[in-house]
């Protein structure tokens, strides 16, 4: 079993549509940090929580600690945000190792 | 702009061709990280450079091996690759190595094994 577990692995939305994905992780962490890859293209840092939330645009993450749970929210969703969603957790202590989820592959359709 | 470079984007090479991937950064971060991804799968931690010092996972085959001549470049050598190497390599770097750092990746190189 994988520490860190994605949902839903696919998700297919029509443009506006508001969006959650989520991650659950089974160790204790010091930050979640949710990611974004478009096809063929590199990872870019969404955010990266410790508690409570963050938002940036049309993009809110949360983390309930306590749950060991964070979700991923799009809001007014449009087809650029079509990519790959990863959330990864880093450990306890000095190390800045992630451990990635499998990723949720999103699609926007116009 | 701050960033972090890889080249080539796509190489190819041939089965047992020894080859090397680059990765430069103009963060002047402590710690580059290399990273292979191979189809549908998640990224999975190579090793990293923490300065010079260079920290290997357990996992990683000794096919792989890494430089860091300085603080801004990095490259990651597959002495003999194999097919099942075929992947997109990521470098990334960070401030630090706090678990509370944010990784700043490059774009990848996507390596064919022929």
């Known amino acids: 079993k994988n520490e860190v577990e994605q949902s839903p692995q696919n998700l297919t939305a029509q443009e506006g549509e508001f969006i959650t994905i989520n991650c659950s992780y089974s160790v204790g962490i010091s930050a979640l940090h949710w990611l974004q890859q478009h096809p063929g293209g590199g990872i870019v840092s969404l955010f990266m929580?410790?508690?409570g939330k963050k938002k940036h645009g049309r993009l809110i993450a949360t983390i309930n600690i306590q749950e060991k749970h964070s979700s991923l929210h799009i809001t007014a969703s449009h087809p650029r945000d079509s990519a790959v969603y990863i959330c990864?957790?880093?450990?306890?202590?000095?190390?800045?190792?992630?451990?990635f989820g499998q990723g949720t592959t999103l699609q926007v359709k116009p | 702009d701050a960033m972090v470079i890889q080249n080539p984007r796509y190489q190819v090479t041939q089965f047992g061709k020894p080859v090397t991937l680059s990765c430069s950064q103009t963060?002047?971060?402590?710690?580059m990280y290399w990273y292979q991804q191979k189809s549908s799968q998640a990224p999975k931690l190579l090793f990293h450079?923490?300065?010079?010092?260079?920290?290997n996972e357990a996992d990683t085959p000794d096919n792989f091996q890494s430089r860091r001549p300085n603080t801004s470049f990095c490259f990651l050598d597959i002495r003999s690759p194999g097919l099942g190497d075929a992947a997109m390599y990521l470098c990334a770097t960070s401030r630090d190595d706090h678990s509370t750092d944010t990784q700043y990746f490059g774009p990848g190189t996507r390596l064919t094994v022929l």
């Open positions: 450079y923490y300065d010079k010092d260079f920290n």
């Open positions: 990864a957790s880093s450990g306890e202590g000095n190390t800045g190792k992630l451990i």
């Open positions: 929580l410790s508690s």
């Open positions: 963060l002047n971060h402590n710690v």
